[in-house]
């Protein structure tokens, strides 16, 4: 059965695969599982038929017949645990792939999205050009970390896994700060996510979805 997500009809990163559909796109293309995408409006992700895939009215959603899913950690973890490619089959290589995939979202992704949020609503306020160094040094904390445990291997365990998937994903919320350029074998990390075949079509099938709701398209 061929499984549908939900995307932003008009996402707000301009196409830049910054928005959570992009990794469960990625992680769809990786194990070469064909879906269905339905856009939505800002409208129809707070309408009674979208809260009912979704609590919190957000994106992105999964459907696979019967079973709905939504957090795109959670989608991520189903498409590699019901399909060969994003975990290895050892029981306890498994269990550390997923582990990454709990810390890029439980440890390295808050902080990012702290400072993320307080560059985006938080200019006007008289404390900003104080609080805005503290957010940023906590992400730096976090990077350094990061960046000392991959050393100088590709991926953070033997082979590429959903931790990784979901580590460059969070780690490219970051593109154009220089943070990530204080740390060149992370820079270099994710470019190679991004350089993957699978990353390349999810990338361009969510720019699609941009460009074509740009007037004139
Ligand atoms: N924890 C959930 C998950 O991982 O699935 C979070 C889902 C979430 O935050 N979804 C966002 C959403 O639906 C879109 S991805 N927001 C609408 C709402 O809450 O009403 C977050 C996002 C949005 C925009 C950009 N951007 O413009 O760069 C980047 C990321």
Redesign the pocket.
């Known amino acids: 059965m061929t499984p549908t997500i939900t995307a ?1 009809a008009r ?4 196409g ?1 695969g ?4 992009m ?1 469960v796109r990625w992680a769809l293309e990786e194990v070469g599982q064909p879906y269905d995408v339905r856009l939505v409006s ?1 409208a129809e ?2 309408a009674p038929a979208h809260l009912a895939r ?1 609590p ?5 959603t999964y459907e696979e017949g019967d079973l709905v899913l ?6 991520v973890l189903h498409v590699a645990e019901t399909r060969p490619g994003l975990l290895p089959d050892d029981a306890k290589a498994r269990a550390c792939a997923i582990t990454w995939m709990f810390s890029a ?1 439980n440890t390295v992704e808050p902080p990012i999205i702290d400072r ?1 949020m307080a560059k985006l609503t938080e200019r006007d306020k008289s404390w900003h050009t104080e609080r805005l160094p503290i957010l940023e040094d906590r992400v730096r904390v976090r990077l350094g970390e990061l960046s000392g445990r991959l050393g100088n291997a590709d991926w953070l365990d033997a082979a590429f896994s959903a931790g990784d998937l979901l580590m460059v994903s969070v780690l490219r ?1 970051l593109g154009g700060s220089s943070l990530l350029e204080e740390f060149p074998n992370l820079r270099a990390y994710v470019a190679r996510g991004e350089a993957r075949p699978a990353y390349q079509r999810a990338f361009n099938d969510q720019l699609a979805v941009f460009t074509a709701s740009q007037p004139g398209a």
Do not use: V
């Open positions: 932003f996402s707000p990163d301009r830049r910054l928005a959570r559909d990794r800002f992700m707070k979704h919190f009215g957000q994106i992105p939504f957090e795109s950690g959670a989608i979202l993320e919320r």
